[in-house]
């Protein structure tokens, strides 16, 4: 049961151009979304990350939005340059009963070329 | 990844033997999380630990996991008579509080023989 799925496995784009990486999931009870960034043998860092309750969040050259009826989610990168090839995790948190986890899906890989 | 410790970065052991890997938080973090990823997966939550206290194992498998973080130490993921499912990369992550981003160390990778 994937509840948060990202359905492109990679994505590549020319330096300079924008990137956008899309999320998409199913469980109305997650609160806040993320997105990490993951090097090969080393672990996920955090990028950025919305509340449930906005629509959009930006941080220099990231962006990231939140369409809440369409349960979706964007990760915008402007320009794209050639170090910000990585994978990509699209993170949902859930909290319940004084826990938290994060659900993640299964990444987009993105290849800057310049 | 500064600060989340993870040891050892490799581990490998043959069936039915131990393994141990340890998590050392951010400094000022109590709260840890454990995550593994199988190949060409997400990360998957395993369990949610603050000092002396497991507040939510619900992604641990029922049998040969283990996990305790105590008052003093490092947080510690234990897996017993291993086997060739396991072979996986763990991940911890901490946090100072519940709903602060998660940050995550560079895990341990488990293989099997």
């Known amino acids: 049961d994937q509840q948060v799925k990202q359905n492109s496995p990679s994505l590549s784009v020319q330096e300079g151009r924008i990137s956008i990486l899309n999320c998409d999931y199913t469980?109305?009870?997650?609160?806040?979304f993320l997105w990490y960034k993951k090097y090969p043998a080393e672990g996920p860092t955090f990028l950025i990350s919305?509340?449930?309750?906005?629509d959009k969040n930006e941080d220099g050259r990231f962006t990231v939005f939140l369409n809440k009826s369409a349960k979706h989610l964007s990760l915008h990168i402007v320009p794209s340059q050639p170090g910000d090839s990585a994978v990509y995790f699209c993170?949902?948190?859930?909290?319940?009963?004084?826990?938290?986890?994060?659900?993640f899906g299964k990444g987009t890989k993105l290849t800057v070329n310049p | 990844n500064a600060g989340v410790m993870q040891n050892p970065r490799h581990l490998v052991r043959r069936r039915g033997q131990e393994a141990r890997l340890r998590c050392s938080p951010m400094?000022?973090?109590?709260?840890v999380y454990w995550y593994r990823q199988l190949p060409e997966e997400g990360l998957k939550f395993m369990v949610y630990?603050?000092?002396?206290?497991?507040?939510?194992e619900s992604g641990m498998p029922k049998e040969r996991f283990s996990a305790e973080f105590p008052k003093e130490g490092p947080s510690i993921l234990r897996i017993q008579q291993v086997v060739r499912g396991d072979s996986a990369a763990y991940f911890c992550?901490?946090?100072?509080?519940?709903?602060?981003?998660?940050?995550f160390g560079d895990g341990t990778r488990l293989s099997i023989l």
């Open positions: 630990l603050q000092k002396e206290n497991i507040i939510d």
């Open positions: 919305i509340s449930s309750i906005k």
């Open positions: 400094k000022g973090h109590s709260h």
């Open positions: 993170a949902a948190r859930i909290t319940q009963g004084g826990s938290e986890k994060l659900v």
């Open positions: 992550a901490s946090s100072p509080q519940l709903w602060q981003p998660q940050h």
């Open positions: 469980n109305s009870m997650f609160d806040y």
